[in-house]
């Protein structure tokens, strides 16, 4: 039998049968993270009796395309349906919904970290390898908003129920912009309103947003429009934010009058007042009652 010359040319390539695409939701890859992020704060899984169930999205019409795109990703048959109806808003609210069924692919998405039924403060990040920055994305795509200020400051800002997801932005932020944030709920509707603006919306907003992402195409053009925007002449960079302690709330208690407060604190006697009658009036714990 003749032998094989090993500079020969294969007959074929063998990977071409096998190509490097990711599996159904592989988090790890750009696009599915993203698509996670977005289904976990926008997407609704519900469920029914003999495994049935469905995944669906509801978005306003003019975000169409990024329905189209969770399709593409999807390997699993779903469809795009339309319609036009009155809400608290609108007379004639026009929306696109995008529908799953397939209960392998509802299982996967379940496993991954979106929960049956209503999920918004039971959501999480992942506990499996993801890509960070994508997820978020797709998170602040969903619930978020990107822009300017009435007085023309760029903002990025996040609106959740959830408190392992507030968190996890703000611990994220913190390392790609160095601005710290503490969030906790607001008292009308007990949900978190994270708020970056000026630098650190700039920064924050090209490192999610970037050239080729797979993004809502109005917010990435809003991202865009964040990288302009320059520091007026003469406007102060305010220090970070110093947290109040136990222990300073006790000091500031105790002292007689905020002059005296604010001398053995080194804080301003305005910061001393705020803190003081917020501790008084129950919206900051009170040390005396730990």
Same mark, same amino acid.
């Given at each position: 039998?003749?032998?094989?010359?090993?500079?020969?040319?294969?007959?074929?390539?063998?990977?071409?049968?096998?190509?490097?695409?990711?599996?159904?939701?592989?988090?790890?890859?750009?696009?599915?993270?993203?698509?996670?992020?977005?289904?976990?704060?926008?997407?609704?899984?519900?469920?029914?009796?003999?495994?049935?169930?469905?995944?669906?999205?509801?978005?306003?019409?003019?975000?169409?395309?990024?329905?189209?795109?969770?399709?593409?990703?999807?390997?699993?048959?779903?469809?795009?349906?339309? *319609?036009?109806?009155?809400?608290?808003?609108?007379?004639?609210?026009?929306?696109?919904?995008?529908?799953?069924?397939?209960?392998?692919?509802?299982?996967?998405?379940?496993?991954?970290?979106?929960?049956?039924?209503?999920?918004?403060?039971?959501?999480?990040?992942?506990?499996?390898?993801?890509?960070?920055?994508?997820?978020?994305?797709?998170?602040?795509?969903?619930?978020?908003?990107?822009?300017?200020?009435?007085?023309?400051?760029?903002?990025?800002?996040?609106?959740?129920?959830?408190?392992?997801?507030?968190?996890?932005?703000?611990?994220?932020?913190?390392?790609?912009?160095?601005?710290?944030?503490?969030?906790? *709920?607001?008292?009308?509707?007990?949900?978190?309103?994270?708020?970056?603006?000026?630098?650190?919306?700039?920064?924050?907003?090209?490192?999610?947003?970037?050239?080729?992402?797979?993004?809502?195409?109005?917010?990435?053009?809003?991202?865009?429009?964040?990288?302009?925007?320059?520091?007026?002449?003469?406007?102060?960079?305010?220090?970070?934010?110093?947290?109040?302690?136990?222990?300073?709330?006790?000091?500031?208690?105790?002292?007689?009058?905020?002059?005296?407060?604010?001398?053995?604190?080194?804080?301003?006697?305005?910061?001393?007042?705020?803190?003081?009658?917020?501790?008084?009036?129950?919206?900051?714990?009170?040390?005396?009652?730990?």
């Amino acid at each position: 039998m003749a032998e094989q010359d090993p500079s020969a040319p294969a007959l074929f390539d063998i990977s071409a049968f096998t190509p490097n695409t990711p599996s159904f939701m592989d988090l790890e890859d750009p696009e599915y993270a993203y698509m996670f992020g977005f289904l976990q704060a926008d997407g609704h899984l519900s469920e029914q009796t003999r495994h049935r169930g469905r995944l669906t999205v509801e978005l306003n019409v003019r975000d169409i395309d990024i329905l189209r795109e969770f399709q593409r990703l999807t390997p699993y048959n779903s469809s795009i349906t339309e *319609r036009t109806r009155s809400t608290n808003f609108s007379e004639s609210h026009h929306s696109a919904t995008w529908a799953l069924s397939a209960l392998e692919a509802r299982t996967t998405i379940n496993q991954l970290g979106l929960p049956y039924g209503k999920k918004s403060k039971k959501i999480t990040p992942p506990r499996v390898p993801f890509s960070r920055r994508d997820y978020l994305r797709g998170v602040i795509d969903a619930d978020g908003s990107i822009g300017f200020t009435g007085q023309g400051f760029p903002f990025v800002s996040l609106t959740t129920a959830s408190t392992a997801i507030g968190a996890y932005l703000c611990h994220y932020a913190k390392k790609v912009t160095g601005a710290e944030r503490q969030i906790k *709920r607001n008292t009308r509707d007990r949900i978190y309103n994270v708020l970056y603006t000026k630098e650190a919306a700039v920064q924050l907003s090209a490192h999610l947003y970037y050239p080729g992402c797979l993004a809502l195409e109005r917010k990435k053009t809003a991202a865009a429009s964040l990288v302009e925007w320059v520091r007026p002449a003469g406007m102060k960079i305010r220090p970070p934010r110093k947290p109040w302690t136990a222990e300073e709330d006790r000091v500031l208690l105790a002292a007689p009058t905020l002059a005296h407060a604010a001398a053995e604190l080194g804080r301003s006697q305005s910061s001393c007042q705020v803190r003081r009658w917020r501790l008084v009036n129950g919206i900051e714990p009170n040390p005396r009652s730990s």
